[in-house]
């Protein structure tokens, strides 16, 4: 069964880094999706893009954070720089041009020291 | 902001047992769906009620959805340890911002 594929699975970073977060969604899946889950919290989501277009990016902080889709396929997500408020866990989700349900990869932990 | 609120925010139970979790939310909506995550994983898509449907059943669970209301229930039949996980409800609108907005989850232990 296909996947949504993130990495890195973990990664520790300091304060003032940058760090950047790469999603495979499922192959032929238009709309992707970048959520933020912080520990004990639902995901909240910071962009949405239709193919390499952003359709809501209305939560994303853009002084630190941005975006792409280039191809319309897999994309980045990239933090410069980093604050500590930024630890949590970043799910990229995936889904067809015209269904609800979404598809979820594994996630990438992120620890801001 | 979160849309929905899950009651409770934990819920411990044996295993045979029911578990029923309760999402309420603010807004009218064009679907309501159920998630579950294991812990430090992704969420999985466990099932979807549109807003003309009352309920809906999958396998060991129903769900019910109640618009005047703005709430819905999930219903786990017959427990199982390997049901230990937190379940999210979300909500979703019939825009073409199809981004689901999520409530905080019920966090379910089942002992064995």
């Known amino acids: 069964e296909a996947e949504v594929a993130q990495s890195p699975r973990y990664k520790i970073t300091e304060k003032s880094q940058a760090v950047a977060f790469w999603c495979d969604p499922i192959?032929?899946?238009?709309?992707l999706y970048w959520y933020r889950q912080i520990l004990g919290q639902g995901p909240e989501l910071l962009v949405q893009?239709?193919?390499?277009?952003?359709?809501?990016d209305s939560q994303l902080p853009k002084d630190r954070f941005s975006a792409e889709r280039l191809k319309g396929v897999d994309s980045t997500l990239k933090i410069q720089p980093a604050e500590l408020g930024d630890s949590a866990m970043y799910l990229c989700?995936?889904?067809?041009?015209?269904?609800?349900?979404?598809?979820f990869g594994p996630g990438t932990r992120l620890l801001v020291l | 902001s979160q849309q929905g609120e899950e009651d409770p925010q934990a819920l411990s139970i044996q295993e045979g047992e029911n578990a029923t979790m309760n999402c309420s939310y603010k807004?009218?909506?064009?679907?309501l769906q159920w998630y579950r995550q294991n812990s430090g994983r992704g969420l999985v898509h466990l099932i979807l009620?549109?807003?003309?449907?009352r309920e809906k059943h999958s396998g060991r669970l129903r769900v019910t959805l109640d618009t005047s209301k703005k709430s819905s229930s999930l219903l786990i039949t017959a427990s199982r340890a390997a049901d230990t996980a937190s379940y999210f409800c979300?909500?979703?609108?019939?825009?073409?911002?199809?981004?689901?907005?999520f409530g905080s989850g019920t966090r379910l232990q089942v002992q064995p």
């Open positions: 989700a995936s889904s067809p041009q015209t269904q609800e349900t979404q598809y």
């Open positions: 192959s032929g899946h238009a709309t």
């Open positions: 893009f239709q193919d390499e277009s952003v359709v809501d």
């Open positions: 807004t009218s909506i064009n679907n």
């Open positions: 009620i549109r807003s003309n449907e």
């Open positions: 979300a909500t979703g609108r019939d825009t073409g911002r199809r981004a689901l907005t």
